[in-house]
Nanobody, 121 residues
Framework: QVQLVQSGGGLVQAGGSLRLSCVAS????????MAWYRQSPGMERELVAY???????YYADSVEGRFTISRDNAKNTVSLQMNNLKPEDTAVYYC???????????????WGQGTQVTVSS
């Protein structure tokens, strides 16, 4: 089994910062792309940022220049530093990872439990 456990998040005023972290554990052989998604009430889940094994990163236009995704391959972690937060960033944030386990050579996607980020105006 593989688990992704998130930490961080909470309530912050507009212009403030928060950091989210996610650690993957279990019978992990390799991790490919790691990513952060978010979902607001009544909206579809959207990709916020992803990072590849060589640390190449992609950001949604709405967060470019404000959010930074990073990973530690040795610790199987991915983080999201969120600066200059806006009320429209309010959402439940989910980490996601493409993982191959020792028992299955196929890549599977795993999700964290989600964490609430609320930005007040």
């Amino acid at each position: 089994q593989v688990q992704l456990v998130q930490s961080g998040g909470g309530l912050v005023q507009a212009g403030g910062s928060l950091r989210l972290s996610c650690v993957a554990s279990g019978s992990i052989w390799s991790i490919n792309i790691m990513a952060w998604y978010r979902q607001s009430p009544g909206m579809e889940r959207e990709l916020v940022a992803y990072i590849e094994t060589d640390n190449s990163a992609y950001y949604a236009d709405s967060v470019e220049g404000r959010f930074t995704i990073s990973r530690d391959n040795a610790k199987n972690t991915v983080s999201l530093q969120m600066n200059n937060l806006k009320p429209e960033d309010t959402a439940v944030y989910y980490c996601n990872a493409e993982i191959t386990t020792y028992s299955d050579v196929r890549m599977h996607y795993y999700w964290g439990q989600g964490t609430q980020v609320t930005v007040s105006s």
